[in-house]
């Protein structure tokens, strides 16, 4: 006798029904669901803001700050579980994927019982989320993203960070391109093969899925959708995917990209009263121009004031999310300075709530200049260097920086490191792929590239050297943009060979070469080069397999 209620059914047999109902267009999502799902579960899907509000606060420890935004803890994971990130390895991908110190592989079969897992844990909820939005802001190219999570701050998370779908796109939203399953609240059965932990985020490109087990982190489904974009833009559509922020110039519209990972700078100086933000993080580079792939901003908050970062401080507002954050029980007024939960608490705000934003987040100009970000600790580069396009290839692919205190658990002083293409974590492919797209497109569009250096000068920063003056980086950044800059007299560094301006408008001389700063250049400079420039040559190691040798030669010669 067959069974005469949905929950009767096991979880193979919903699914078969689900394909039978994904054919008939009169359906509703909510059938739909819960044919998947326990047939008495609410299903929100796109709900208000002020109802996921009211939901997010049943929630223990989640509140309201003084200003407004709804303020949630991630649980114990406070950040990324990049050793967790897993990629199903399956024929229609396993070719094209970067497998090694970032992507990790798994079976089919595993992913198979995490995936099983998850659903099961969601069955048991009686309220589900799901938020269906786009990646990518230049229709050509957008992805229908659907979220299915299991807590409202998850939800709000993800429509602030996503492109939210006018009312007629959402009713014709139809079948999502890519869907995470977000049981982050349950764990992972550690014992399953290829499994590190409880913990596990898998993306299969097969089933185009994404499953999130044992974290809570909101950041996962962000940097997930990443990942996807880095894997889909250039395989299907020859479109450059890039971890930079954007701007665009009120009055020419030339387009700067910026490199740099955290503590470099990239959201203070792409933040400029006379350029419009087109992005803080992710954006893509197409034959139409550039596009951000985000709808919001998702930005670090350990020190943030009102002074030095106004346009984030002033977005933390009804309808943002702050995570993480520590706050005065009786006022609610946060704390930013307190890590005692992490230092990287965040707020994911959308980005309409910058007011220099370029809505809609796209410009069908090319970039005119690249900008790639390093804070060096150790003194040795110039505050500006001119690149050539094989030492934008080796640098980008480097994407070198000192690690600042503050910046992850346990950093107490400035430490190098190394991010290729200055977002390793989040490659699907190998690195050499997307550093000759970036050549290709830069010599196609005629852009310019610079090396800035946001660190120290005249000494390390360990033999009291110090850093380079903001207002010193905000003129180079100007004369870069009113193209004074490319028409100076140069010089080279030595070992890196960096070409270094003689003279840059409202920055001193003497401030721009580094070998004529320190007090004892020909010893302790020569010695510093060599030292970074052997970090360099070290790390360049692991990539040189697939690199040219133009490129290997633009690296320090040592």
Same mark, same amino acid.
């Given at each position: 006798?067959?069974?005469?209620?949905?929950?009767?059914?096991?979880?193979?047999?919903?699914?078969?029904?689900?394909?039978?109902?994904?054919?008939?267009?009169?359906?509703?999502?909510?059938?739909?669901?819960?044919?998947?799902?326990?047939?008495?579960?609410?299903?929100?899907?796109?709900?208000?803001?002020?109802?996921? +509000?009211?939901?997010?606060?049943?929630?223990?420890?989640?509140?309201?700050?003084?200003?407004?935004?709804?303020?949630? +803890?991630?649980?114990?994971?406070?950040?990324?579980?990049?050793?967790?990130?897993?990629?199903?390895?399956?024929?229609?991908?396993?070719?094209?994927?970067?497998?090694?110190?970032?992507?990790?592989?798994?079976?089919?079969?595993?992913?198979?019982?995490?995936?099983?897992?998850?659903?099961?844990?969601?069955?048991?909820?009686?309220?589900?989320?799901?938020?269906?939005?786009?990646?990518?802001?230049?229709?050509?190219?957008?992805?229908?993203?659907?979220?299915?999570?299991?807590?409202?701050?998850?939800?709000?998370?993800?429509?602030?960070?996503?492109?939210?779908?006018?009312?007629?796109?959402?009713?014709?939203?139809?079948?999502?391109?890519?869907?995470?399953?977000?049981?982050?609240?349950?764990?992972?059965?550690?014992?399953?093969?290829?499994?590190?932990?409880?913990?596990?985020?898998?993306?299969?490109?097969?089933?185009?899925?994404?499953?999130?087990?044992?974290?809570?982190?909101?950041?996962?489904?962000?940097?997930?959708?990443?990942?996807?974009?880095?894997?889909?833009?250039?395989?299907? /559509?020859?479109?450059?995917?890039? /971890?930079?922020?954007?701007?665009?110039?009120?009055?020419?519209?030339?387009?700067?990209?910026?490199?740099?990972?955290?503590?470099?700078?990239?959201?203070?100086?792409?933040?400029?009263?006379?350029?419009?933000?087109?992005?803080?993080?992710?954006?893509?580079?197409?034959?139409?121009?550039?596009?951000?792939?985000?709808?919001?901003?998702?930005?670090?908050?350990?020190?943030?004031?009102?002074?030095?970062?106004?346009?984030?401080?002033?977005?933390? &507002?009804?309808?943002?999310?702050?995570?993480?954050?520590?706050? $005065?029980?009786?006022?609610?007024?946060?704390?930013?300075? $307190?890590?005692?939960?992490?230092?990287?608490?965040?707020?994911?705000?959308?980005?309409?709530?910058?007011?220099?934003?370029?809505?809609?987040?796209?410009?069908?100009?090319?970039?005119?200049?690249?900008?790639?970000?390093?804070?060096?600790?150790?003194?040795?580069?110039?505050?500006?260097?001119?690149?050539? %396009?094989?030492?934008?290839?080796?640098?980008?692919?480097?994407?070198?920086?000192?690690?600042?205190?503050?910046?992850?658990?346990?950093?107490?002083?400035?430490? %190098?490191?190394?991010?290729?293409?200055?977002?390793?974590?989040?490659?699907?492919? /190998?690195?050499?792929?997307?550093?000759?797209?970036?050549?290709?497109?830069?010599?196609? /569009?005629?852009?310019?590239?610079?090396?800035?250096?946001?660190?120290?000068?005249?000494?390390?920063?360990?033999?009291?050297?110090?850093?380079?003056?903001? &207002?010193?980086?905000?003129?180079?950044?100007?004369?870069?943009?009113?193209?004074?800059?490319?028409?100076?007299?140069?010089?080279?560094?030595?070992?890196?060979?960096?070409?270094?301006? &003689?003279?840059?408008?409202?920055?001193?001389?003497?401030?721009?070469?580094?070998?004529?700063?320190?007090?004892? %250049?020909?010893?302790?400079?020569?010695?510093?080069?060599?030292?970074?420039?052997?970090?360099?040559?070290?790390?360049?190691?692991?990539?040189?397999?697939?690199?040219?040798?133009?490129?290997?030669?633009?690296?320090?010669?040592?």
């Amino acid at each position: 006798m067959a069974p005469t209620k949905i929950e009767d059914y096991s979880l193979n047999e919903r699914e078969n029904i689900i394909k039978n109902l994904k054919s008939n267009s009169n359906v509703k999502l909510d059938n739909v669901m819960k044919c998947l799902y326990n047939k008495d579960i609410t299903i929100k899907r796109n709900p208000p803001i002020a109802e996921l +509000y009211e939901d997010g606060l049943k929630e223990d420890s989640t509140t309201l700050s003084s200003t407004g935004a709804l303020m949630a +803890y991630s649980g114990v994971k406070t950040g990324r579980s990049p050793k967790d990130k897993r990629i199903v390895e399956e024929p229609s991908s396993k070719d094209n994927i970067w497998w090694g110190p970032v992507n990790k592989p798994c079976s089919e079969l595993t992913w198979s019982i995490n995936r099983e897992r998850a659903i099961d844990y969601l069955n048991t909820r009686k309220i589900l989320y799901v938020i269906d939005a786009y990646a990518g802001w230049d229709a050509n190219y957008r992805i229908k993203i659907r979220v299915v999570c299991a807590r409202p701050y998850h939800a709000l998370f993800m429509n602030n960070m996503l492109i939210r779908p006018t009312t007629e796109e959402l009713e014709n939203f139809g079948e999502p391109d890519f869907t995470i399953w977000n049981a982050g609240s349950f764990y992972a059965n550690s014992l399953t093969k290829d499994m590190t932990s409880k913990t596990s985020i898998e993306i299969n490109f097969k089933s185009m899925e994404m499953v999130i087990l044992g974290t809570e982190y909101a950041g996962e489904m962000k940097k997930g959708i990443f990942t996807v974009m880095f894997y889909l833009m250039p395989v299907y /559509h020859n479109v450059l995917t890039l /971890h930079s922020s954007a701007n665009q110039g009120v009055n020419n519209g030339d387009v700067t990209l910026f490199f740099g990972l955290s503590g470099t700078g990239k959201t203070t100086l792409s933040a400029d009263p006379h350029r419009e933000l087109i992005g803080d993080d992710e954006h893509c580079w197409s034959d139409h121009g550039v596009f951000n792939i985000e709808g919001g901003c998702y930005a670090k908050c350990i020190g943030l004031t009102e002074e030095k970062e106004p346009e984030i401080f002033n977005a933390i &507002k009804f309808g943002s999310v702050l995570e993480n954050c520590v706050y $005065d029980e009786n006022t609610h007024v946060v704390d930013y300075d $307190d890590s005692r939960i992490t230092e990287n608490t965040r707020c994911a705000y959308p980005i309409d709530f910058i007011e220099s934003a370029k809505i809609p987040c796209l410009t069908d100009k090319h970039p005119t200049n690249l900008i790639l970000l390093t804070c060096d600790a150790s003194g040795v580069l110039p505050p500006v260097s001119k690149l050539t %396009p094989e030492q934008v290839m080796y640098h980008f692919i480097s994407g070198y920086t000192s690690k600042m205190a503050g910046t992850e658990q346990g950093v107490t002083e400035p430490e %190098p490191t190394f991010s290729a293409c200055f977002g390793q974590p989040f490659l699907a492919l /190998h690195p050499m792929k997307y550093a000759q797209m970036l050549a290709d497109k830069m010599n196609h /569009h005629k852009a310019s590239a610079w090396l800035i250096n946001t660190g120290w000068t005249g000494a390390s920063y360990t033999a009291g050297g110090k850093r380079c003056p903001l &207002k010193y980086t905000r003129a180079i950044l100007d004369a870069i943009h009113n193209g004074s800059l490319a028409n100076e007299e140069y010089e080279t560094l030595p070992v890196f060979n960096l070409p270094i301006p &003689k003279n840059v408008e409202n920055v001193p001389s003497e401030l721009l070469n580094p070998s004529k700063t320190w007090s004892d %250049p020909d010893v302790t400079y020569s010695q510093a080069v060599k030292k970074l420039g052997s970090l360099f040559v070290q790390n360049f190691t692991i990539y040189q397999d697939q690199a040219t040798d133009d490129v290997i030669a633009a690296g320090p010669a040592l």
